[in-house]
């Protein structure tokens, strides 16, 4: 809910006209994409950072580039970790959660 209530307002001030005094338009378009990340939206962020990546009319600075390879370090994680989880560990969890309803109606 607070991630999307931000996501309105730093898109909201990438839209105006004016340059913000307090942020960057690249670091407005950063922290939407840190925003959609936030709310789980992985494939949205994950876009968002390549496309501030691969902008070559905007000038990153060493730290924001930095930071947006982190954040799309951490989602990549994420989704590998995710099908990890699901190809090695489904036989599991299906043979658990029949094990656990079985024994609820007995």
């Given at each position: 809910m ?16 004016r ?5 960057t ?5 950063f ?15 994950a876009?968002e ?9 905007v000038?990153l ?12 370090g ?16 489904s ?16």
């Open positions: 607070g991630s999307n209530y931000s996501l309105q307002h730093f898109t909201a001030a990438l839209n105006d006209s340059e913000s005094t307090f942020l338009k690249v670091e407005l378009r922290n939407i994409a840190h925003c959609y990340d936030i709310a789980g939206d992985l494939d949205r962020a876009i950072y390549r496309t501030i990546l691969t902008d070559h009319s000038q600075t060493s730290s924001l580039q930095a930071q947006i390879l982190r954040q799309l951490n989602v990549s994680f994420v989704f590998v970790f995710f099908f990890f989880f699901l190809f090695f560990f036989p599991f969890i299906h043979t658990f959660l029949s094990t656990f309803f079985l024994l609820l109606v007995i």
